[in-house]
């Protein structure tokens, strides 16, 4: 086969990370005494999305991030509320508990499992992702997890995946696949890092041919056709 190991994103490729944040952010506004609706998640996922963005090309720290987030969502929908702190701490810990896998991503992995080495990359936080991947099945599928949050860096940088390719058993570049929904993180990281890009795009949002992309697919299972060189 043209791969050995699949090095694939968590949230939106592996999670469903919509239904997830819908979830947690809900907790944890109802378990502070506030009204949760549905303007106040497309308030918080655009205000998210924004500061992860800034993550990625070092604008901020995660630790920034965690307590922004909800600084500015407090002041757009909150107005008067002061604990931040325990507002970012709510969150945190309701989405750890949040473990919803993409549909079919389960029996996708299994056996996918069975012919390439799974490893996890993402620009998670340590205590949510290690939290969700606790309450899945799998993690049997998975030989190890790189999360930026204890890497000290994060995708789409180059250091990221030299740490990540130092720490793998496959050594070949050629035979290494970077799986993931985003353009900026996934896709550019793995450019960044001279590695093979498979763009996971169910529902087909992303223009193509794009540069940052050897491959697209709509379901984790043609990752088998791309081994093969049938697609």
């Known amino acids: 086969m043209k791969y050995t190991t699949l090095l694939m994103d968590a ?8 239904k997830c944040e819908y979830n947690a952010l809900k907790a944890a506004i109802e378990a502070n005494g506030l009204t949760f609706n549905d303007e106040i998640l497309e308030t918080f996922s655009a ?3 924004r500061l992860w963005k800034k993550l990625e090309t070092k604008c901020i720290t995660s630790s920034q991030l965690r307590i922004q987030r909800f600084r500015e969502l407090i002041e757009k929908c909150f107005e008067g509320f002061e604990n931040t702190e325990v507002l970012a ?11 919803i896998l993409i549909e079919g991503a389960d029996k996708a992995l299994a056996e996918l499992s069975r012919s390439f ?4 990359i993402t620009n998670g936080m340590k205590t949510v992702q290690r939290g969700r991947l606790s309450r899945t099945d799998i993690t049997s599928y998975i030989r190890n997890i790189y999360i930026s949050d204890e890497l000290g860096i994060s995708k789409p940088y180059a250091e990221f995946f030299d740490i990540v390719l130092a720490d793998i058993r496959e050594q070949d570049k050629s035979k ?3 799986v993931g929904d985003s353009l900026t ?7 960044n890092a001279g590695l093979d890009t498979c763009l996971y795009d169910p529902k087909l949002k992303t223009e193509m041919p794009n540069e940052l992309c050897d491959y697209r697919i709509t379901e984790l299972m043609q990752i088998f056709d791309l081994a093969e060189e049938k697609i």
């Open 11 to 18: 949230d939106e490729t592996i999670f469903d990370f919509g």
């Open 47 to 49: 205000i998210n999305r």
């Open 89 to 99: 701490g709510s969150y945190i810990q309701e989405l750890s508990k949040q473990a």
């Open 117 to 120: 080495d799974i490893y996890i």
């Open 176 to 178: 290494i696949l970077v």
């Open 185 to 191: 993180s996934d896709m550019q990281g793995g450019r």
